[in-house]
């Protein structure tokens, strides 16, 4: 059950970054005087900036960037997505770190096989999302990695940190992941990504 699993982390991080502390003194002390509405916008303002604050990462395979121009939302990532799957044998994919704080999204590659750690501001992801192809899943398998045979696709997408670009047009580029853990699912990354960081509508 729910307390023996976090009584467990508590002795043991297993697959967590650290030991979970138990809290010694009743935290619901100074919610009793509330109402539930009450209650419920002082706990879910807390524990959005706790997020932020520490950030929330999880690991994830790290697929292909792709210069979608002056597309944005679904319309980019779903471009990004096609131009994936029709070049899947000639991508390099690696798996990253995906961390979400207060100052972005960092990406770091475990492996250094493409690149050392990127980072993208927080005013520069503008999107988040899935792959809305019920039927598509990422079976390609790389001989490096180790994957889920069948896996969810997301992306997000960003201003260009580096661009070079001289004319009104905004640059965009998306950058497309597959689930590598089935407890953190594509849907669940990009909810948190589009409701903790971006503010934007979920999945």
């Known amino acids: 059950?729910?307390?023996?699993?976090?009584?467990?982390?508590?002795?043991t991080p297993l697959a967590l970054p650290i030991k979970l502390t138990l809290p010694t003194f009743d935290i619901t002390e100074d919610y009793r005087?509330?109402?539930?509405?009450q209650q419920h916008e002082?706990?879910?303002?807390?524990?959005?900036?706790d997020l932020l604050d520490k950030g929330a990462a999880c690991?994830?395979?790290?697929?292909?960037?792709?210069?979608?121009e002056s597309l944005s939302g679904q319309m980019a990532v779903n471009k990004a997505l096609r131009a994936t799957f029709e070049n899947l044998d000639r991508l390099q994919a690696t798996i990253v770190h995906f961390k979400v704080s207060n100052t972005g999204i960092t990406l770091t590659d475990t492996k250094k096989k493409l690149f050392s750690r990127r980072h993208f501001?927080?005013?520069?992801?503008?999107?988040?999302g899935v792959d809305y192809e019920t039927d598509r899943y990422w079976?390609?398998?790389?001989?490096?990695?180790?994957?889920?045979?069948?896996?969810?696709c997301f992306g997000f997408v960003s201003k260009k940190v580096n661009g070079t670009n001289r004319s009104n047009q905004p640059e965009n580029?998306?950058?497309?992941f597959a689930?590598?853990?089935?407890?953190?699912?594509?849907?669940a990354i990009v909810n948190f990504v589009s409701k903790v960081m971006i503010g934007s509508v979920p999945v």
């Open 59 to 68: 690991n994830v395979v790290y697929l292909n960037n792709v210069d979608v």
């Open 42 to 49: 002082t706990l879910k303002k807390m524990s959005v900036k």
């Open 1 to 11: 059950n729910l307390s023996v699993l976090v009584y467990q982390h508590s002795i």
């Open 173 to 176: 580029e998306c950058h497309i």
């Open 139 to 152: 079976i390609y398998q790389f001989p490096d990695l180790e994957m889920l045979p069948k896996a969810k």
């Open 179 to 187: 689930e590598i853990d089935r407890t953190q699912p594509s849907t």
């Open 121 to 128: 501001p927080k005013e520069y992801v503008t999107y988040c």
């Open 33 to 37: 005087s509330m109402s539930n509405q």
